[in-house]
């Protein structure tokens, strides 16, 4: 009776991927694509990263197969030090308005760097981890010496609304992922690469410098769109 049972209860498991997907090898790939992205960010709930994959496997047109193997490849090309703990030990140095400042910093352990904006005298909008998007003076900021970078957009017409609209989002949460963090229906959280580009991209102007699902602080600073203009 047991072995039935089992075998019944087998036997709907399999039809059921069958239904879901329509190619039961394809979900086992899948799954463990989403398993490995997970990996790499801890405190993502799964259902929350498998809907930002629809998203962004929606808005490119793609398979959801496909925008979790561009999302892990994406995240694997960022992560060429993991675990390397960031010493932010100096303060942030004063900068031009809608200026954008990027330094090392380590999130969860990975160092995906930081940006945030400058947005009019001593102060800067950013989003933070256990902060959310908040505005503050930017010699409050710690970054690491020899690591900063202050880079400005070309399009001098995008910088003043691009300010505007970031700090609009003031008081909305941190989104712990940033491996596919690019999607249309994004805009309720945001980690501090995609405040930044999400500001900028509402004005015309795309600052993700390799085009992948998530958007981090290495291809804001790496883009051609941005000069950079003073480092310490």
Known sequence: ?????ATTLSAITA???????GNPAAAVVSN???AQI???????????????????????????DAAAQRTL????????????????????????????????????????G???IYSGGNEVVQSNYGQGVHRGAATSTKVRAGTVAQVRVAKAESREPAVKWALGQVGKPYDMDFASNKGNGEEGKFNCSELVWRAFVHQGVDLDGDGGPGVYPRDIRDDNNV????KY
């Open 1 to 5: 009776m047991r072995l039935k049972l």
């Open 15 to 21: 039809a059921t991927a069958v239904a879901f997907t």
């Open 32 to 34: 463990d694509v989403v």
């Open 38 to 64: 997970l990996a790499k960010m801890p405190e993502v709930q799964e259902a929350d990263l498998r809907a930002d994959i629809q998203d962004y496997a929606t808005s490119e047109n793609i398979s959801f």
């Open 73 to 112: 490849d994406d995240i694997n090309s960022h992560d060429p030090d993991p675990g390397t703990t960031i010493i932010k030990d100096v303060a942030l140095h004063l900068g031009t308005y809608a200026d954008i400042f990027y330094t090392d910093a380590s999130t969860l352990g990975l160092n995906h």
């Open 114 to 116: 930081h940006v945030g």
């Open 227 to 230: 000069t950079t203009v003073a």
